[in-house]
């Protein structure tokens, strides 16, 4: 499995940015879905993930209300959809598959190669 994140940029505080996450092949690993973000001297922080096959999805509370996951399962696509951006919030984006709901890196298994996401003040 293969996993190619895009979609990131440079934004102003309080503007969107729609991440992408191509899926090579769906598999028993691509159960589910997750999105985290790691920046600048922190650790890889757990987004949001979505179940492949039902569509439920799990936020961290960090960005619950703000950021939307969503999956396109004809397409292969996965996608996170980022409001009212903070600067906060600039850090390398990814998308990573897990057999299991899981919040910690260590649970998936595979993970796309990050996306920039920069939100100026």
């Known amino acids: 499995v293969q996993l190619q994140a895009s979609g990131g940029g440079l934004v102003r505080a309080g503007g969107s940015l729609k991440l992408s996450c191509a899926v090579s092949q769906l598999t028993t690993s691509t159960n589910f879905m997750g999105w985290f973000r790691q920046a600048p001297g922190k650790e890889r922080e757990f987004l949001a993930h979505?179940?492949?096959?039902?569509?439920?999805?799990y936020y961290a509370d960090a960005v619950k209300g703000r950021f939307t996951i969503s999956r396109n399962a004809a397409e292969y696509m996965v996608y996170l959809q980022m409001n009212d951006l903070k600067p906060e919030d600039t850090a390398i984006y990814y998308c990573?598959?897990?057999?299991?709901?899981?919040?910690?890196?260590?649970?998936?298994?595979?993970w796309g190669q990050g996306t920039l996401v920069t939100v100026s003040s």
């Open positions: 979505i179940a492949w096959r039902e569509g439920r999805k």
């Open positions: 990573a598959a897990s057999r299991a709901p899981a919040t910690v890196t260590s649970s998936y298994n595979t």
